[in-house]
């Protein structure tokens, strides 16, 4: 009763304080002196306080939930903090919110920080045309004095850069394709979007794992070169040629490409762009981190080399200028005549409109290489030619792992002194086939089991060789590796040189073919004319 009695005296003492203190001295001086303490204290602390709010006056403030975004998803899951989970629309993984009043510490260049997510009610607000919302919500960032100069504005810029980066994973991957006509759509954007669901990756995909690792190896450097770029001079970009006979896995090649970066793809239709004015509003709307895609590059447009001189219009191709200057057929229909030119894909891909945007790859597919103009493939447009060659025996072993359910290679080497698995190992080559078509059949054979699937295969080898006149015997084929000692590669970079340098000589033959057919239409027409 004792202690009760004397804390209900000294309760009722500040009381009588506290309204002699309010009597005396009136509301704005105390505030005067609050402010006043309030900077004491700051003067005297070893920290900085800098504030994040959510709203900037009657918009959002970027900051706020760049740094939202990088608290939940790097430093509170690791802090031990109390969180809010939740999953935006069309995100493909769930995302950690701060709970209010909650802290959590972050490091960055061996300093130590600590952010506090402060929730307060709004106070009535007035009449706004746009509502407000009914809580107050702010980031309190608290660092060491003698720590400004080094976190700032190195860290936020740090903050930004990963949100950026975590937003862009965690939405699905997109695939464009450009409007027919240039026409927009509801967002006034010329590309229509699907999402990218593709399931092709590099662990997948039918190719010698030496040049799959050189690919992956170059689209690493180039995803992680931002200085290396910026230091040079040289725009962000990269381009890739994808050539070989059909089926041999350039499509799939793209999406691979596209899930191992986590890049949009843009899958430009040539033959609906109508200007080159028209190309570039298609490149301009584009957004960083993605892959421009042009496949049959050949086939899109006339692109081909400038060295073979272009044929002479025949009677159904000729148009005639009609009264209003549109272009109409001879034969009275109207055509609209395209105007995209080898020029305008030329300044597309390495002109001063590429470098509108950061981190951009370009890639053109074809199946004829040497229809190509030389000056498509140089380096600053292509700057590395991938060969998609047809079936070979490393290729054959993933294309097994994958259709017939081997478990690694560790299975697959067991199997290698098998008569079945020897044979595959030395008619590959001399079959000519394409990972398309090994894929087919081993699809309908799968049911079939691993061992007939197998020698059914081998079966199609042998008669694809026989076929074409190429069989030989397993003991000159062996005696011809060991001699060799990596002679295959040898001939598919000798065909790859073939294959570059055909451009030229194509364009030497043409160009003597044009030039006799011009004089036998000349001589002809001399007689008519006689």
């Given at each position: 009763m004792e202690y009760w009695t004397a804390l209900a005296s000294l309760m009722g003492a500040f009381a009588f304080l506290q309204g002699v203190v309010h009597a005396m001295f009136p509301a704005e001086l105390r505030a005067a002196l609050a402010r006043l303490l309030g900077r004491l204290t700051r003067a005297f602390s070893p920290y900085c306080y800098f504030d994040v709010t959510e709203m900037e006056g009657m918009s959002t403030n970027e900051i706020y939930d760049a740094v939202q975004l990088y608290l939940s998803s790097t430093a509170a899951p690791a802090s031990g903090a109390r969180l809010s989970l939740s999953r935006p629309l069309n995100a493909s993984s769930f995302t950690f919110g701060l709970a209010a009043s909650d802290r959590v510490v972050d490091t960055f260049a061996g300093c130590a920080v600590t952010w506090?997510?402060?929730?307060?009610?709004?106070?009535?607000?007035g009449f706004s045309w746009r509502p407000l919302p009914e809580e107050k919500r702010r980031f309190t960032l608290r660092i060491r004095r003698g720590d400004r100069d080094k976190l700032l504005p190195a860290y936020l810029d740090h903050i930004l850069a990963a949100a950026a980066d975590i937003r862009r994973r965690s939405q699905d991957r997109m695939l464009y394709t450009n409007a027919r006509g240039g026409v927009m759509d509801t967002r006034g954007l010329p590309w229509d979007p699907v999402p990218?669901?593709?399931?092709?990756?590099?662990?997948?995909l039918a190719m010698d794992p030496a040049r799959k690792a050189a690919i992956m190896a170059d689209l690493r450097d180039f995803a992680d070169g931002s200085a290396f770029y910026e230091r040079t001079g040289r725009a962000w970009k990269r381009g890739y040629l994808l050539y070989g006979?059909?089926?041999?896995?350039?499509?799939?090649?793209?999406?691979?490409?596209g899930n191992f970066l986590g890049y949009d793809v843009y899958d430009l239709e040539l033959t609906e762009v109508t200007s080159n004015a028209e190309l570039r509003k298609l490149l301009m709307k584009t957004t960083s981190k993605s892959i421009i895609v042009i496949e049959d590059i050949d086939?899109?447009?006339?692109?081909?080399?400038?060295?073979a001189k272009p044929p002479k219009p025949t009677k159904q191709q000729l148009r005639l200028p009609s009264i209003d200057g549109t272009m109409v057929d001879q034969d009275g229909g109207a055509g609209a005549g395209r105007s995209i030119t080898l020029s305008g894909l030329l300044n597309f891909t390495d002109g001063l409109w590429s470098c509108c945007g950061a981190e951009r790859i370009f890639v053109f597919t074809t199946n004829h290489v040497d229809k190509l103009d030389p000056a498509l493939l140089r380096s600053g447009r292509m700057d590395m030619h991938i060969f998609m060659s047809y079936c070979s025996?490393?290729?054959?072993?993933?294309?097994?792992?994958?259709y017939l359910g081997f478990q690694g290679d560790e299975e697959l080497d067991r199997l290698s002194d098998s008569d079945t698995m020897r044979g595959l190992e030395e008619w590959v080559d001399a079959a000519e086939i394409t990972p398309a078509d090994v894929s087919e059949m081993l699809i309908k054979n799968r049911r079939s089991g691993k061992a007939e699937a197998m020698q059914e295969l081998l079966d199609v080898f042998r008669a694809r060789a026989e076929k074409r006149g190429r069989g030989f015997s397993g003991g000159a084929a062996s005696a011809g590796k060991e001699a060799g000692g990596g002679g295959g590669e040898n001939e598919e970079e000798e065909e790859e040189k073939r294959a570059l340098e055909s451009p030229k000589e194509a364009g030497k033959e043409q160009a003597g073919i044009d030039s006799c057919a011009d004089g036998q239409d000349e001589e002809a027409e001399g007689k008519k004319q006689v």
């Open positions: 506090e997510h402060v929730v307060a009610p709004r106070q009535g607000q990218f669901k593709h399931p092709s990756t590099f662990d997948t006979p059909p089926g041999t896995g350039k499509s799939s090649m793209i999406a691979a490409m086939c899109s447009v006339d692109l081909t080399n400038r060295a025996f490393p290729a054959l072993k993933i294309l097994l792992k994958n």
